[in-house]
């Protein structure tokens, strides 16, 4: 997850749009990498900002004490 390398989450039907757009219709690993690489290419999704690692010792904290 913090391999140095920016993620973005994306809405799941905006990437298929774009792929019935793009005539990618079928639906393999190899073609919904390919989808989603263009879609970041074209449409440069702004990356999210992940919780620092206190953040999410805390969260995992909470819940468990919930």
Do not use: Q
């Given at each position: 997850m913090r391999?140095?390398?920016?993620?973005?989450?994306?809405?799941?039907?905006?990437?298929?749009h774009f792929?019935?757009?793009?005539?990618?219709?079928?639906?393999?690993?190899?073609?919904?990498?390919?989808?989603?690489?263009?879609?970041?290419?074209?449409?440069?999704?702004?990356?999210?900002?992940?919780?620092?690692?206190?953040?999410?010792?805390?969260?995992?904290?909470?819940?468990?004490?919930?």
């Amino acid at each position: 997850m913090r391999a140095g390398k920016a993620v973005s989450k994306l809405n799941p039907t905006r990437v298929r749009h774009f792929a019935k757009v793009s005539m990618k219709l079928a639906k393999t690993d190899a073609i919904d990498a390919a989808v989603l690489a263009a879609f970041g290419a074209a449409l440069k999704p702004k990356p999210d900002i992940l919780p620092a690692d206190w953040e999410l010792e805390l969260s995992s904290l909470v819940g468990r004490r919930e």
